[in-house]
């Protein structure tokens, strides 16, 4: 079982506001990702990191930034909300190895009004 | 250009009779493959993996299939539960990420 944490799990706010959608985890994995998904469409990636002061952009471009000063935690930063960043946010992190298993947090419903 | 897909965005079944739920991809080089189960508002659960070393891996109810000939895995959910309605996604593990299918929407009618 994995334990990875994001909150809040719901958070509705207004158009302008900045927020950081918290994630961690207690696996010391050093793989860890953020994924935007839509009611009904598919994954998409934005965000990851291999490790420590290691962040990447993912496939689909967002104004979200993050940051990864310690292994178990990777926060995620909107500036500003605006209406088209509501939307579900996944955090992930990966075992790594011969085994590899990606395991994901229960995630943040993000409404931004 | 999509290199995992499932083609079927919506199955349903009857309670108790097998569900399969199909993969297909058209990177050789992918060696490992997982799904995941994925509720409203929650996180994708994952559920059962498979090796390319290996063409079928059992887990109680749920057994995978590979067939790297075709490019091709599928998942078999016997008998299947209405607590097994989601949505399901397959993934093969590439460099740096997990590449994802678009998913597909299981309905188990009781």
């Known amino acids: 079982e994995a334990d990875i944490y994001q909150t809040p799990r719901y958070l509705v706010i207004g158009t302008g506001k900045k927020i950081t959608l918290e994630c961690s985890q207690t696996?010391?994995?050093?793989?860890m990702y953020w994924y935007q998904q839509d009611p009904g469409m598919e994954l998409h990636l934005i965000h990851y990191s291999y490790g420590v002061n290691s962040t990447e952009k993912g496939d689909l471009s967002s104004e979200s930034t993050v940051s990864r000063i310690r292994t178990e935690h990777f926060p995620l930063t909107l500036e500003s909300a605006r209406p088209s960043h509501t939307s579900q946010y996944l955090c992930a992190s990966r075992t790594g190895g011969s085994a590899d298993t990606q395991y994901f947090g229960p995630g943040t419903r993000l409404t931004v009004l | 250009d999509q290199q995992v897909k499932q083609n079927s965005p919506s199955l349903s079944v009857q309670e108790g009779r097998i569900s399969i739920l199909n993969c297909d991809y058209t990177n050789s080089m992918f060696d490992y493959f997982l799904w995941y189960k994925k509720y409203p508002a929650e996180g994708p659960t994952f559920l059962i993996s498979i090796s390319s070393i290996k063409d079928k891996n059992e887990d109680g109810r749920f057994t995978v299939f590979l067939n790297k000939s075709a490019k091709h895995l599928s998942l078999h959910i016997v008998p299947s539960q209405p607590g097994d309605s989601a949505v399901y996604f397959c993934a093969a593990s590439g460099t740096y990420k997990y590449i994802f299918g678009t998913g597909t929407r299981l309905k188990v009618l009781a």
């Open positions: 696996m010391g994995h050093d793989k």
